[in-house]
Structure formats: C-alpha cells, structure tokens
C-alpha cells in the first residue's frame, strides 16, 4: 500500500546503451553486390528465406506487443519510442499521493530548512517565473498539491516553536505531521482539539484544505487556527490574523496553498484528555428516533452505513470523566472470533475463484496473520465490481462490526483514528444538516437516498459509507463555511478500494467509481446544497462539466475575492496548478 511516505525522490539506474553484435548486424539488409558470384545451390536459397522469414516475424511480433501493452493514459511517459534508449535525469523527482491515482515527475522539488530559506527561493522563482506548488504528505487522494512544473515541500520545516501553557496555544513550522506534533505537546498536558482520520499530515496541508474530524459541537481544523505566516511570491512573509488583517486570515485560513505558501501556524489547543470508545451497531430506524440526542450528548459521534445490509455501525467518543471511571464491559467476542466470518469468506471465495489453480503457502499468506481491513481488501481484490460479490463481503462486514461491539479506552489522539483500508478513490461532500437544538434530518435523508440510488444500479459499493459531523467554520473558503455560529454540517464519504496494480482493472474500477459519483451528483448534491472536500474534488475532462463546476462554485465561495487575492499576493501564478486554473479560472475562458 502507498503511504504518505511515497513523496520521495525517485531513483533511476542509467540504461546501458544497447550494444550491438554481429548476430543483430546480420538482421539488417545487405547492399546488392556488383560483383557476380556463384549462384547459391537451391537448399541455401530456401535457408536463408527461412531466416529472413523468422527475423521479420520476430520484428514484427515485438513491436505489436510492445505498442499493444495496457499503460494508463498518464504514464504514456513509459513507453519508449522503438530501439531508443535514454537514461532518466539524475534530478527527476517522481512524485505520488497516497492513494496511487494521481502521480507526477518533476525537475524541481525544493525542501527549504529554514523560514529565511523558504523565502529565498519563493523570492527566485517568483523572478524567473518558476512554479513552486505547495505540496505536503501527499494524503490528498485528488493530489490538489501536485504539479510537474515544480513543488516546495517544507518536511524539513517540522519543529514545535513555542507552547504557551497558561492559553494553551502552540506555535509550529507548517512541515510538522499531526503525530509528531501530539507527540510534542502531550508533555505539556496538551493536544488538538480534533483529528482527522489519518495522522500523516503536514498540518500546513491539512489546514489549507479545510479538513476535519467528527463532531457537531467541533469545528473543521481550520478553525483551530488563530495566526498563519504565510510566504508570498510579491509581499515576502506576513503575519495574518483575525486582528491583524483579517479579511486576508479567513480567506487564506482555507486558501488551497493558493495566497502563499504556509510557513508557521498557531493553533489553540484542548487539555489531553483519556475518551471512551463506544462502538455497536444500529439500524436507521433506530438512529431515526435518536439521532438529535446522538449529535447533542455526544462529543464525537460518526455512522458507518455497509450497503446491501440495514447495519449501520455507530461510534462515539466521550471524556472518560463523564463515564464516572471505566466501563466494566466486557466484549463477548475475540478479535479473532470477530474476524473469522470473514476468514471463512476469504477461504471459500479463494476456492470459487481460483478452481484449478495451485497456491503455494509463500504465495498465500497465513489468514490468520492479516487484518480485517488486509482481509477486506484481499475480498474485494478477487472481484471487485461484481456485485453479488461485493454484497458477501458487505455482509461479512456487518458480521465483524456485530462481533466487534464494545468499549475502548484511551488518549484521544490514539482514540481519534480510522483505519481507511487499502488505496482508493473517495468522495466526500459536506451539506448543512440544520443546528443541534434543531436537526434538519436532511443528513439521514441523504443518506436514505444513495442507498436507494446504490441497490436501484447495482452498484457494487464498498463498506462503509462514513458519515461525520462538524460545526461551522469561519474561514470563507470552507465547504462548512456559515455566518450563523449554531449551523452544523454533514460530511459523507463514498468509496471504491483498487486492491490490485494491474493498470486494467484500476481503470475498470475507476470508471465505475466515477459512474457512482455521477449518480450521486445528479441526484442529491444540488438538493442538498452538498460540495465536494477540497482534497477530494477532481477536475472535470469535458468542458462543459468544468464550465458547469466553475459557475456551481461561485454560488457556493468568494471565488472573485479569491482571485483578487492570487492576483495580488501571487501575480505569476508560481504557486497555482491545473486544479486551481481550472476550479478558479482568473480569466473566464476555459483553457
């Protein structure tokens, strides 16, 4: 599986150039001979037109097989034009996100030490007019931080710079992960308010895009925010905040590394604190009758929906001190008895789908070793858009979480946590779900009707569908953004796992993927005022998709203000790429 860390440098071996010997000379034609020589004897002729034969067939089998093999469309890079070879530039960085869907090369990857170094070279590309996109852990799975034109990286800007106990804030370098800095602060008795499902991100990115965890009464992290030092190609470094400047903090708060490259961050941070994990599983129905006492009386709270069963698995988290100590439950099942219905899945699938081939022990690792989530993913990977397939595991699933209900103890940033799986595509929207003395329902409706929409086409969805909730955020540019402080927002992710690397049935199950959005586009995101999670937003291929996204996302944010912003703070675009061109277009023509 890609991970965050497969922002690397790539390293190429140089390709020896062929050498040629007398065996390939004799393969090309001959010149004709003025000289007469004895005619060869009729055995000779019928020799030499038998090789000529072979040596032809062989040259033209080669070529078919080559120019016939499957590359993706965007690793065209790949094939090497016929009998030319050319060793990869020592300089060539090769650059991917962790999902493994969007991947590029670049000569120019910079990764400044320093604050004064930073600015430096924003100042010298700037001047020559070379693009530098920020680009952080590379978890976005739409790799809106990618760019071959060049990319600044600040992994080596990673330190904690100062925590102010008594207000409990913490002043750090953008480069810093999420884990490391948790692992910086818990001396001092403090932690972040909230955490998204990974902890690999660079909290420069994980800002930028508006990301989130769960919660009604929780705000996206952006709002963790109280000041940014923001490097830019025309001002140099500036301090933003809500006193100082404050129109440009809550628009660059969630400024897509558009307005300046994110050097240092404050954030306001909580008292670390244990939760009690409460997982079991539900059904609508049931959530239908509780759902405002779930959102209001719990502190994190999020739903897990398995298509094709009526599960719906619920997770809440809650400081321990309102529990009055631990609960004394005690689980009915192992972690093992948990997962057996799935390991039983996993062995008859393996014989109806491999009938007469024999698998060696070295090939087939111990069942009993892997995970769920591995588990799942070695399911899904034998057919992964049949949906009667895909419904068995759904199942199995359901029967995991069913066994797997029970309490869990712990700090909260080892509570706040998800296992996504494998790499995959997702989509996630973000929609208003009303306040939390009064829920709109919509949330649960939306919901309702993708399942509708999932069984109607046959879809072969994936477990889960995840659903989270958030308060609103101040910053302009966020997909939760609202001016009434008592809003709560929806967020509702769909997925398709590509448990396989073979370059076909990836882009089969991308079709399909992007099918499935389509549906859910067409029929629920205008309805329920949803958008997509900045980090998960594709750009649209035909032009009147793009044109129609363009005008969707002017109603939604202050795309001109936004603009303005870039043109002022960024007026060569060194900081831009495809995806911001596209989504935010300075001119009104579609390029």
């Known amino acids: 599986m890609l991970r965050a860390s497969n922002l690397r440098r790539s390293l190429r071996r140089s390709l020896n150039p062929i050498k040629t010997s007398s065996t390939t000379a004799a393969a090309a034609p001959r010149p004709f001979c003025t000289v007469p020589s ?53 300089d060539l960085h090769t650059v991917s996100n962790w999902s493994g869907t969007h991947e590029v090369q670049t000569h120019t990857f910079i990764q400044p030490e320093t604050l004064f170094e930073l600015e430096a070279v924003v100042k010298k ?6 693009k530098i996109r920020p680009v952080g852990s590379g978890l976005s799975p739409n790799g809106i931080g990618l760019t071959r034109s060049g990319m600044v990286n600040l992994a080596l800007m990673d330190r904690v710079l100062e925590v102010d106990e008594k207000n409990k804030r913490v002043r750090v370098q953008a480069g810093i992960r999420v884990q490391q800095l948790v692992d910086g602060i818990k001396q001092y008795g ?27 009464r929780l705000p996206p992290i952006d709002e963790q925010v109280i000041s940014m030092k923001l490097v830019t190609p025309s001002k140099g470094i500036i301090e933003i905040s809500k006193e100082k400047d404050p129109d440009l903090f809550y628009l ?42 779930l959102l209001s009386e719990n502190k994190h709270v999020k739903y897990l929906y398995i298509p094709y069963t009526d599960t719906v698995v619920i997770v809440t988290c809650n400081p321990l001190s309102k529990w009055k100590g631990p609960p004394k439950h005690k689980p009915k099942y192992t972690p093992e008895e948990a997962t057996q ?14 009938k007469g081939v024999v698998i060696s022990e070295e090939d087939e690792p111990d069942i009993d070793e892997l995970s769920f989530t591995e588990l799942r993913d070695k399911l899904i990977a034998m057919d992964p858009l049949d949906k009667e397939h895909i419904a068995k595991v759904n199942k199995a699933e359901a029967e995991y979480w069913r066994k797997s209900e029970g309490f869990r103890v712990g700090w909260s940033d080892e509570i706040l946590g998800f296992d996504c799986g494998g790499q995959q595509w997702v989509s996630e929207t973000c929609f208003p779900a009303g306040t939390l003395s009064k829920p709109s329902m919509n949330d649960l409706e939306y919901i309702e009707k993708l399942m509708q929409i999932i069984e109607k086409e ?7 569908i995840e659903q989270r909730w958030s308060a609103r955020s101040k910053s302009l540019m966020s997909p939760a953004y609202s001016s009434s402080e008592d809003d709560i927002f929806s967020w509702v992710g769909i997925i398709m796992y590509l448990p ?29 005022s949803a958008y997509e999670h900045w980090a998960k937003i594709e750009v649209p291929k035909d032009k009147d998709e793009l044109v129609a996204l363009q005008a969707r996302l002017r109603k939604r944010f202050p795309v001109d203000a936004y603009n303005e912003a870039r043109k002022e703070l960024d007026p060569n675009r060194i900081l831009s790429n495809n995806v911001l061109e596209k989504l935010f277009p300075i001119t009104q023509t579609v390029q």
């Open 38 to 90: 004895p005619p060869p004897t009729s055995s000779a002729d019928s020799e030499l037109r038998k090789y000529i034969g072979y040596t032809i067939l062989a040259a033209v089998c080669g070529a078919a097989t080559y120019y016939s093999f499957p590359f993706p469309e965007n690793a065209k890079h790949k094939k090497a034009q016929l009998f030319r070879y050319a060793p990869l530039p020592a």
């Open 500 to 528: 396989t690397s073979d370059p076909r049935e990836r882009k089969n199950i991308t079709e399909e993927f992007f099918h499935y959005r389509r549906l859910t586009q067409e029929k629920l995101w205008d309805q329920c």
């Open 190 to 216: 403090l932690t972040l308010q909230n955490f998204a499902s990974i902890r690999e991100q660079q909290i420069g990115g994980i800002v930028q895009v508006g990301a989130h965890g769960t919660g009604a």
């Open 341 to 354: 219905h799935v390991r039983n899945l996993y062995q008859e699938s393996l014989k109806n789908y491999r």
């Open 125 to 130: 590309c700037n001047d020559k007019k070379q």
């Open 252 to 293: 660059a708060r969630c400024g897509l590394g558009g307005l300046g490259v994110v050097a240092e961050v404050t954030l306001q941070c909580v008292e670390r604190m244990e939760l009690v994990e409460h997982t079991y599983v539900s059904n609508m129905n049931e959530i239908k009758k509780n759902h405002k006492k």
């Open 458 to 464: 046959n879809l072969p969805a994936p477990a889960p």
